[in-house]
């Protein structure tokens, strides 16, 4: 009896110790992220409190991450990718399960897949960046035609198109904005010729914010992210308008954590979870219900900045064709 009560103790001691692995295993979710440190930090830790779901980060470019899940598409080992594209998650659909978010009607259908395959998350919109110690507030171009002005040669910080995706979209915006084709090339081309290109888009920030530019062509957050730690940066939305480059979220096709992933994809739209993303980050919410004006960072409603059509699609296409003309655009502009 003795010795039938210790296996029957062992057996027991064994399935609880599988139940409880399984349920450690149910908390778990792998998180393959494009966004940076600071952003991956604060959301997996808020989130990882609110729910016991243990997030294991991949942090990686973008581009690395779709290669990524593709090559493990027979077998996932990530369950939500995060931080990208509407260009990579509507090019790599098939990758990613639907999902009707439960703040789905809360974002304009513009930021999601009608199939819900993605629902974006972050806007980042094209601005130039003003130092006013170096150039007084009011003394700043009003527009992306006024960089042309021979005045700002040498002035303006702008990232490589090569090692940055946001300043490719500038450069093929402005194409079309300013007549497309040969003409619009043109105008890129004499543009160019008054920019000090950098190897990377923190270049631009940290050289507008610490005073090595006057100017820089970044991404709207950097503005208010520099200027509440100090640093005399004023945001400029160019007034012949810009563009909205979105970033989203997808549930990984047969990814091991599903239902973790779901939570997720709820968790990361939340109303509260984006006012808190905002304070911390300046990161602009898809939402359209996050009332911007009560929150740091100044921003303007998405209503209030000229948004221009820009050919994401397109231009994606011809990405590695358009490269190599940048590439001799810059070579003619030195």
Not at 50 to 72: C, F, K
Not at 74 to 79: K, M, V, Y
Not at 149 to 167: M, R
Not at 283 to 302: E, K, Q, Y
């Amino acid at each position: 009896m003795k010795f039938g009560k210790i296996r029957w103790l062992a057996l027991t001691a064994l399935l609880l110790g599988g139940f409880a692995g399984t349920a450690w295993a149910q908390k778990k979710l792998v998180v393959y992220s494009a966004n940076d440190s600071t952003l991956n930090d604060l959301v997996f830790a808020a989130f990882a409190k609110e729910t016991g779901i243990q997030v294991e980060p991949v942090a990686a470019g973008s581009g690395v991450l779709v290669r990524r899940l593709q090559a493990e598409k027979q077998r996932p080992l990530g369950d939500i990718i995060w931080g990208v594209s509407r260009s990579l998650l509507h090019t790599n659909k098939s990758l990613f399960t639907p999902y009707v978010s439960k703040n789905r009607d809360a974002t304009p259908a513009d930021f999601r897949d009608p199939d819900n395959l993605w629902i974006g998350n972050n806007l980042h919109l094209l601005v130039i960046l003003q130092n006013t110690k170096l150039v007084p507030a009011d003394q700043g171009p009003k527009s992306w035609a006024d960089l042309l002005d021979p005045k700002w040669k040498g002035k303006i910080a702008f990232t490589d198109p090569a090692n940055s995706g946001s300043a490719y979209q500038t450069v093929t915006m402005l194409v079309d904005l300013w007549g497309g084709g040969e003409e619009g090339w043109k105008k890129v081309t004499a543009l160019f010729k008054n920019m000090k290109v950098l190897n990377r888009s923190s270049l631009v920030f940290q050289g507008v914010g610490n005073g090595e530019y006057p100017l820089g062509i970044s991404l709207e957050y950097a503005g208010p992210l520099w200027a509440s730690g100090g640093a005399p940066v004023k945001v400029i939305y160019p007034t012949d308008g810009t563009s909205a480059s979105m970033e989203g979220v997808a549930v990984v096709k047969d990814g091991p954590n599903t239902e973790q992933a779901k939570a997720f994809v709820d968790y990361i739209n939340r109303k509260d979870v984006r006012e808190m993303i905002l304070k911390a980050t300046f990161r602009r919410p898809t939402r359209s219900d996050v009332d911007l004006s009560n929150l740091p960072g100044g921003m303007p409603a998405l209503s209030a900045v000229k948004i221009v059509k820009y050919d994401e699609d397109g231009w994606t296409d011809r990405r590695a064709k358009t490269l190599e003309r940048i590439k001799d655009v810059l070579q003619d502009s030195r």
